[in-house]
């Protein structure tokens, strides 16, 4: 089972992006999902995470920006980026997580860049 990102690209701050991160796999529907930002020089971190039960979690700076979705009959999840700023400039992954404040999988799939220049 793969997951991979798409949708990234290179916007002003203040505009919008919408990424997708597609699956494969009758278990994409009963797994939680996460995206994940690697800014330059920095680790990967958690931005928002959805679980089998629509449940979401974001992370503290994209609170109020950001919504995560997922649309389990097509095997999709969106993220939603609104309002963006400068440092949410990164590579976005998405990957299976083992809980909602659990970790990730192990295996990356290919990210999208995101670059929000000022």
């Known amino acids: 089972v793969q997951l991979q990102a798409s949708g990234g690209g290179a916007v002003q701050a203040g505009e919008s992006l919408s990424l997708s991160c597609t699956g494969t796999?009758?278990?994409?529907?009963?797994?939680?999902l996460g995206w994940y930002r690697q800014a330059p020089g920095r680790e990967r971190e958690l931005v928002a995470a959805?679980?089998?039960?629509?449940?979401?979690r974001y992370e503290e700076s994209v609170k109020g920006r950001f919504t995560v979705s997922r649309d389990n009959a097509n095997k999709i999840m969106t993220l939603q980026l609104d309002r963006l700023k400068t440092e949410d400039t990164g590579v976005y992954y998405c990957?299976?997580?083992?809980?909602?404040?659990?970790?990730?999988?192990?295996?990356w799939g290919q990210g999208t860049q995101v670059t929000v220049s000022s």
């Open positions: 796999g009758d278990i994409f529907s009963f797994m939680t």
């Open positions: 990957n299976f997580m083992h809980t909602l404040y659990g970790s990730p999988f192990d295996s």
């Open positions: 959805i679980d089998h039960k629509m449940t979401t």
